[in-house]
DNA sequence: ATTCTGACAGCAA
DNA sequence: TTTGCTGCCAGAA
């Protein structure tokens, strides 16, 4: 792991991090809401990316919560398999044809929840 | 310094 | 409605 995106001190990919850790158990959210928490609305690629580096974290980043505004597991690829679904399935989340089902029940809005 | 890519989102056709 | 392009931010080559 020389190669990783080695963050020197907090930044965009940090804030990403704390946020993920925020996300209750069960429940999902999405890049954007993510990416407007962070007050950058449109950069959810960016928020995205930073999960790409997540490995790059010292801790477990629950990355798995992370989906798309479709509430797509299109990072389930990412986690090598189908450990995203298996994690999200434990938690009590139901994936269907790698889709979460109740996503907007179980969405969870760190804009909304948090402050 | 410039260009491309990336686990997205929004808008136009 | 679906499909495609653009915009956004950050990092790697």
């Known amino acids: 792991m020389l190669n990783m995106p080695v963050k020197k001190h907090n ?3 940090v804030m990403v991090y704390e946020v993920a850790k925020l996300i209750p158990p069960g429940r999902v959210t999405s890049y954007g809401a993510i990416a407007r928490y962070l ?3 449109r950069s959810a690629r960016t928020v995205g990316w930073a999960l790409n580096a997540c490995s790059a974290h010292p801790e477990f980043v629950p990355a798995h919560r992370v989906v ?3 509430g797509l597991l299109t990072g389930k690829r990412h986690f090598g398999g189908s450990t995203m679904t298996q994690l999200l399935t434990a938690e009590g989340a139901i ?3 790698d ?3 109740n996503f ?3 969405f969870w ?6 402050e």
């Open 68 to 70: 798309n505004r479709n």
């Open 39 to 41: 007050g950058s609305g």
């Open 109 to 114: 809005d760190p804009s909304a929840e948090l």
């Open 104 to 106: 907007k029940a179980m």
């Open 99 to 101: 889709c979460i089902v």
């Open 11 to 13: 930044d965009f990919f």
């Open 95 to 97: 994936i269907e044809d």
